[in-house]
């Protein structure tokens, strides 16, 4: 059974070689490229290369990759030359996806202040997503705005209603709609159709531990019914991480991590089946 993992699960710069191979040899088939996914780093063509040289050796294939918004290079920037320079970073992104087999690029998107329609950095990206169209239909890889804590989902439905399918759609973080309210899988299932991207997690409701799923109040069962019933095609994709763990668990941690997504992929597969019966 396919399943992923985030690379960036113990770290997230420096050498990805160690991670790789321990998600490997836990059974994960493919991952998520969460390395840099906040900084302004640009990946050289040595370095892309060298990165396919590992999911070779190891036997893994990319899934998709967290983009980076940036820290000065960011595509929702107010500021002309920041949004521009953004838009490089984004596209060295989309590239390198293309480059090593994935087929979304994953990216926050800014909030809208309550009543708000819009904002300078809402506007902002509206023009970053239709100059970085040639780039997506060319490497035909694909933009997954993810949702935020406590998301209301406003910037991404207009976003979606603006944008074809072919250009973005939605990646769906059950871990950020597990915050607080909660409302996240309400959301999801009014845009079901537009999921093309999973970051799979657990917490408590309170902040966004990364937890391994199961151990925390994500339902499960509802979102293996909706993942089941959407657009989604991809495998299972685990966003978890070691940072809250205690050492003990830290041990486990990739184990445990794949035992998880195999149940929940199961619980999916459960529920395709199901679907499948009652259209029968």
């Given at each position: 059974m396919n399943v992923s993992l985030t690379t960036d699960y113990q770290g997230d710069t420096g050498r990805p070689e160690a991670a790789?191979?321990?998600i490997a040899e836990a059974g994960f088939t493919h991952v998520h490229w969460c390395h840099h996914w906040n900084t302004d780093f640009l990946y050289?063509?040595?370095e892309i290369a060298q990165?396919?040289?590992w999911l070779r050796e190891f036997g893994l294939k990319l899934l998709d990759l967290h983009g980076s918004a940036g820290k000065e290079k960011c595509w929702h920037s107010a500021h002309e030359y920041e949004r521009l320079a953004g838009v490089e970073?984004?596209?060295n992104r989309?590239?390198?996806t293309s480059d090593?087999?994935?087929s979304a690029v994953v990216m926050h998107l800014p909030t809208l202040p309550?009543?708000?329609e819009s904002t300078s950095q809402s506007d902002a990206v509206r023009k970053s997503i239709e100059e970085l169209s040639p780039v997506i239909l060319r490497t035909n890889v694909r933009l997954a705005l993810e949702n935020m804590a406590n998301d209301d989902f406003k910037l991404i439905g207009q976003l979606l209603e603006e944008f074809g399918s072919d250009l973005v759609g939605i990646c769906y973080d059950c871990g950020h709609g597990n915050i607080r309210k909660g409302e996240g899988l309400d959301h999801l299932e009014r845009f079901k159709d537009r999921l093309i991207a999973v970051h799979i997690h657990d917490n408590d409701g309170t902040a966004d531990h990364h937890w391994v799923p199961f151990t925390g109040t994500v339902d499960f069962?509802?979102?293996a019914r909706i993942i089941a019933a959407s657009s989604y095609t991809g495998c299972i994709s685990l966003e978890s991480n070691i940072n809250s763990l205690p050492e003990v668990k830290k041990a486990t941690f990739v184990k445990d991590a794949f035992e998880a997504a195999t149940r929940l992929a199961q619980m999916v597969e459960d529920e395709k089946e199901s679907l499948s019966k009652q259209e029968a």
């Open positions: 790789l191979r321990a050289g063509s040595a990165i396919q040289k970073l984004v596209a989309l590239q390198m090593l087999g994935g309550p009543g708000s069962p509802r979102l």
